[in-house]
C-alpha cells in the first residue's frame, strides 16, 4: 500500500491521505490531481506513507509535475508560517505557486545537475544599511550582491511598484541581462515564465509578492525601505514581510540586508543588542525648521509668515513644493440650508469633488462617482455646496496669493515650475530626481492628531524622509510646536528613537509587548456586532487586556459594516497563539476577518 498525505488550499490545516497507484512515483513538493467532496482539486505532496488510519482512500488521478514544484526548506518554511499566522499549511504552500500552477496544468521543471548545486555554509548575517536616499544606500549593498550572485541567488523587495521601477533603472545598469522582475501587475503567464528561469542563479527584484517566489538557492535578500508601512498585508493571509524575511533567511541560511534612511523601532532595538549590524553612509544635515502657527493665524490656511517666506523664496528663484495630504477640490459636499451631507451609497464616508469633475461626488474610499443634484434631497429646498480644503483648491488659492508664479500639481511638474503642490506621492520619486529647494508642510497637525500609538513615529520619519527632497529648509508649520516629536527633530535620530522607546517601554507598547488589532466586517450590522461582542467576551476570558468593539472608520466600505476589537499582550507568542486559535475559529465559521499585529 502506497498512501500519499496530500494538502489543499484550504483553511482546514490538515493533510489527506491518498492511494498512489503502482505505477506512480511521487515526491514531497510535488503537485497531484484529486478528487476532493464534489471537485477535482490541485493538491502537493507533503507526505508519503506505507498506512493510512482511513479505512477507504480514494486514488491519486495524476502526477502534475515531473519533479517537485517545491523543495524541503519552502515546505519547512510553509510550516514555520503557520506557527506565527492562523491561516494553515496549504494556504502558505499555494501562495508560493503561481497561479497557473494552482491548476492542473503539467508542468516540466529542468533538474539542476547535482555538481552545480553548491552546499552554502549555513551562517546568517543581518545588518541594516543607513543613508539618505536609494542610490545611496544602494551604492552600500551592491558590492554584497555581486559577491553573493558568485554562491546563489539573491532576491530584492520593494515596498511599492513605482518605487520598484525607478529603482530598476539604476540596478540593471550594474547587471545587465542579469535582473528578473516580479510583483503582482505581471499577467499570470509572464510570472510563471519568470518563476521557472529564476530558481537559481538570479538576481530577483520584485514587490512583497516576490518574496514568496524566492530562488531555491538564496544567498542574499534585500529589504529596501524596510521602514514602509505597504509591507504590511491586513487582508487573508496577513502577515508582515520583514517578519517573513528574516523567517525565511534563518531557514535558507541567507544574509539579510534591510536598508532604509531610518530602522523600525524593532530593527533599532535589535541594533542596540548587536543583533543586527549597523552600517551608514553619515548623517545628513538636519534642515528641518518648525515653525509655531500664532493664535492670530490660526483660521487660515496658508499663515502670513508662510505666505511671506513663499514670497521671498520667489524672489530668489528658488523652487518650491507645497504639502498638502486631502485629495480632490472640496472635501464635503453639503446642503447651505439644512446642513445634510452627500454621503456614498456603498461607505460611510463623505463625498469630494474634483476640479474635472465639478457635478460628481467622489467616494474617498471606495472611488465609486454619482451626479450631484442641484437641490438637497433631503430638505428639497437647499443647494448644495463644497467645503474643506483639498489639494486642488490648494493649488488655486496659492495661484491666488501668486498670479505671476507657475504653479502646478506633482503630477504636472516641470524644470521651470516655481511651486509644485503634492501629497504623498512626492516619496515615489527618487531623492535627488527632482531638485528643490524649499519645502512648505501644512498640515502637519493631521498626522499628530491620529488616535494612533504610532502616530509621532510615522510622522517624525515622514518628515525626515520628506526633508530629503530640499536643498536649503523645510518648513513644518504646527499649531504644537513643543511636542517632543519637534524637540528631537534637529537632533540625530536616535535620539528621538530613545525617547519613543522609553514611552513604549514604560506602556508595553511595540516592541516591548505585542498589539493586535481584528477588523470583521459584513453586511448585517447587528448579526456582526453580536460576533464581534462574542469574540471580545472569549479573549477577555484568557485573561488578555481587549477593547471594544468599536465602529473602524468609515464604519461602512463597500456594502460591508465593520467592527474592530484592539489586544494588548506582553508577550508576542501568547497573543499570536491566541490569535492563531480565535481567528481560525472565525474563519471557518465564514467570517470575513482582517488583522494586524505588532
Known sequence: MKVAKVILPIALDKAFDYLMPDSMSLAKGMRVLVDFGVKKRVGIVVGLSKKSSQPKLKSIIKALDHTPSLDKDQLEFAKALTKMYPYGLGEFLFMMLPSALKRSGQLILEEVPAEKIKERPQRLEKSFIEAKSFVERYSLWKDS????LKEGSVLVCFPQLEYLK???????????????????????????????ESRHNTLLVGSRVALFYYPCDLALCVIEEENSPYYFQAEKPYHHLLDVAHLLCEIKGSDLILSADYPTLATYEKIKENKIKLKRKGQAIKNIRVVEIGEASRRKVISPLARELMRKNLEANKRMVVLWHRKGFGKVVSCNACGYIITCDRCSGFLKTTLKEEHKGICFYCGSKKDLPSICPQCKKGYLRTSGLGIEKMEVILKGIFPEAKICSWEERKPDSQIVVSGAKILSSLYGQDNFDVGFFLDVDNFL???DYEAAFDTFIYLEKLSHFF???????????????????????????QTEVALRKELYLPPFGALAKIILRAPNQKSLFKKCENLYNKLKGRKLEVYGPFEEYPFQLRGNFRYSLIIKSKKSTQLRKIMKEEVGRLRRAGIKIAAVIK
Do not use: C, M
Not at 185 to 194: F, R, T, V
Open 145 to 148: 550582491v555581486k559577491e553573493k
Open 166 to 196: 525607478e529603482a530598476l533603472k539604476v540596478i540593471e545598469k550594474d547587471f545587465p541581462g542579469k535582473v528578473k522582475v516580479i510583483h503582482s501587475q505581471k499577467s499570470q503567464a509572464q510570472i510563471l515564465k519568470l518563476w521557472k
Open 449 to 451: 492628531s491620529r488616535i
Open 471 to 497: 536643498k536649503d529648509t523645510f518648513y513644518v508649520f504646527s499649531r504644537n510646536s513643543n511636542h517632543y516629536l519637534f524637540r528631537n527633530i534637529q537632533k540625530k535620530w536616535e535620539d528621538f528613537y
